[in-house]
């Protein structure tokens, strides 16, 4: 069934590649007929195999960031040497922009992001990274704070860092783990007023949130291969270890694919259901062709389904992906030797992922960016969050994709997606057992960042009928 899926997606990719533009014909056939040949050969096997509790007792210690001092000094003389677009070096690459934007980062947005990150905004964020911002403090934040502590576990040979708020000690205590992607980490949910603040707030329930493998200060796997579903296996056997055998997981982006890869190889009742603000696209949703769109009822699924078909907005953002899923370490090289050349690569996302329409620092704090960044930096994880794209992206992940989901979920939308969501009904068709979708007027790929109490507001309702009693106060638009 998996590979009859991954077949019939893959072939109709490839046709509607063939068919958008000359120059992915030899890429449309090439996806078409490697999604044939996948299809009939199978390729998940194992991959899917169920897992099963580890034998061994895993090791769970505090752990405490302290990033040495030195680290924070080499990072201040390379922002000191960064060379500002005003100076002789960037003069003359940006002087055809310099007289159609304003030197005011608050009111640079559209088309002026075409290239990239605008010079000027740029040179406001390293400005107030060189001269105010405070990592000391963030770090403390992200030690307690108030929102659980960090702790350490040693599962299949690498550290695995997380945080842990403990409001239910009794054995039964419900949970939920919280899992980020890229170029997201921890720092999404830890923030002031973020879903780790609010969790805690709402009481009795506890709440998991690592950093992925290779992500943060969880190390990276030790060998080639660590995808998704590896990533998958160690999450369980970590909730397993913490003693929850019946939780909630949530996530976006990468977090809620590796939500999906959990729920796959997990016992029956193992997970008590999923919430996702990212509902995977590789389905016939995301691949529509122009009759699948006909017979889609109102104007909003059929703008769903046709955004879903703009490959041209696709490809035009979505250049990272496949530097990442090919040669992630050529580039890990040099983001982990330019602290701006860092900031440039992940907050372009930032903004592209959210309403196009408003300038950057009107939609996130700069200080939340910026400690995001620092994650990366100060834990040179560039290159080994990248791998994961290397590690997962091939026909065994598209089949995948491709496939159901039979566990409870909810499922929360919001417009301004990487790509558009897709329709209800197709998001009802891949995960069987769907509560409820709630969809928001504003938003985009980082809700935990940019929206957490609309995000919350999804959660807390899935919680509650799931069983989980999750103080909130507040209501979501659901269809």
């Known amino acids: 069934m998996m590979g009859s899926c991954a077949q019939r997606c893959a072939l109709v990719f490839g046709v509607l590649a063939v068919c958008a533009m000359a120059p992915l014909v030899r890429f449309g056939l090439q996806v078409g007929f490697l999604g044939l040949q996948r299809g009939i050969t199978g390729g998940l096997g194992s991959k899917l195999s169920p897992w099963t509790p580890p ?20 990072l201040q003389t390379r922002l000191d040497l ?12 940006f002087a055809s922009f310099s007289a159609t934007e304003s030197v005011n980062d608050e009111t640079v947005s559209g088309q002026a992001w075409d290239y990239g990150i605008p010079p000027q905004v740029l040179d406001h964020m390293v400005s107030y990274w060189r001269t105010e ?19 350490s576990a040693a599962i299949d040979g690498s550290r695995m860092v997380f945080k842990h708020i403990k409001n239910n000690q009794s054995a039964a205590a419900p949970a939920i783990l919280l899992l980020h992607g890229w170029p997201g980490s921890i720092w ?22 690592p950093c992925l493998v290779g992500f943060g200060w969880s190390t990276p796997a030790a060998s080639r291969g660590h995808d998704i579903f590896a990533m998958a296996r160690r999450f369980l056997t970590l ?19 590796i939500a999906e890869a ?53 490809l035009d953002s979505t250049g990272y992906f496949h530097q990442q899923s090919t040669r992630p370490h050529t580039l890990g090289y040099a983001l982990m030797d330019s602290p701006v050349g860092q900031l440039a690569w992940i907050v372009e996302k930032f903004h592209e992922w959210s309403d196009k329409s408003k300038p950057l620092l009107s939609k996130f704090d700069l ?37 159901g989901i039979d566990i409870p979920t909810r499922v929360a939308l919001f417009p301004h997606e990487i790509i558009p969501p897709p329709p209800r009904r197709y998001i009802r068709d891949k995960y069987s057992l769907v509560k409820g979708i ?42």
């Open 188 to 209: 999404e949910f830890s923030r002031n007023g973020g879903i780790l603040e609010l969790l805690n707030d709402s009481g009795g329930v506890n709440v998991v949130a």
């Open 367 to 403: 200080d939340d960016l910026l400690t995001n960044v620092m994650i990366y930096w100060v834990t040179s994880s560039a290159g080994s969050s990248a791998r994961l794209y290397k590690e997962s992206i091939n026909w065994d992940f598209f089949g995948f994709l491709a496939g």
């Open 239 to 257: 909730m397993h270890s913490l003693g929850y055998q019946n939780y909630i997981v949530q996530g976006g982006d990468w977090g809620a694919i």
């Open 82 to 93: 960064h060379k500002a677009r005003g100076g002789s070096d960037y003069s003359h690459d």
């Open 438 to 479: 709630d969809s928001f007027d504003v938003g985009g790929h980082f809700a935990a960042m940019e929206h957490p109490r609309l995000l919350m507001a999804s959660l807390a309702k899935f919680c509650n009928e799931m069983g989980m009693i999750v103080a909130f106060n507040a209501t979501p638009p659901t269809s």
């Open 133 to 151: 911002y405070d990592w000391r403090r963030h770090e403390a934040r992200l030690n307690d704070g108030g929102i659980g502590k960090l702790y």
């Open 55 to 74: 034998d061994a007792k895993t090791e769970i210690v505090e752990f405490v960031i302290d990033v040495p001092e030195h680290v924070l000094v080499d």
């Open 262 to 314: 959990m729920a796959a190889v997990a016992p029956q009742g193992e997970i008590l259901g999923m919430h996702t603000n990212f509902p995977s696209a590789m389905t016939p949703a995301s691949l529509a062709t122009a009759a699948q769109v006909l017979m889609l009822d109102g104007p909003l699924e059929v703008a769903r389904a046709q955004g879903a078909m703009d490959i041209g907005n696709v």
